[in-house]
């Protein structure tokens, strides 16, 4: 199987078929909680049968970084969120430095970072 970009109804959506996820459009720069609320007012929009958009886990955005699959106008900023969140803190969640290949942690609800859904 290839690892081949496809543009999906012009929408700012890609599929990469080797890791079958579909990555959302950039929705810019928010805090972890925001980031949160704004994916569920994607998935209130959402078509029969399609399936409901997430944040990436830490995994799946090293997974792209490391690979390259996309390029930089694909990933526009530096630091996305993920969906993990370190130990039971719940005050903190982990993000990605995508083009160094690097995580770590931050406050959810002070930092923004950029911000990209998958389902």
């Known amino acids: 199987m290839s690892e081949k970009i496809q543009e999906v109804q ?4 890609e599929s990469i078929e080797t ?3 579909e990555w ?4 810019g ?4 909680d925001k980031a949160i609320k ?8 959402l078509k029969d049968g399609e399936k409901p958009w997430r ?7 090293l997974d792209e ?3 390259n699959v996309l390029n930089r106008t694909s990933f526009l900023g530096d630091n996305y969120w993920s969906a993990d969140i370190p130990g039971r803190s719940k005050d903190y969640a982990c993000f990605v430095t995508f083009f160094e ?9 002070y930092t923004d970072y950029y911000v990209r859904c998958v389902r």
């Open 10 to 13: 012009g929408q700012g959506i």
């Open 19 to 21: 890791q079958k996820l």
């Open 24 to 27: 959302g459009p950039e929705l």
């Open 29 to 32: 720069q928010m805090s972890w």
């Open 38 to 45: 704004e994916i569920e007012q994607l998935n209130n929009n």
């Open 55 to 61: 944040l990436p886990t830490t995994k799946e955005l």
């Open 65 to 67: 970084s490391k690979k």
């Open 101 to 109: 290949s690097t995580d770590s942690c931050d406050e959810k609800k």
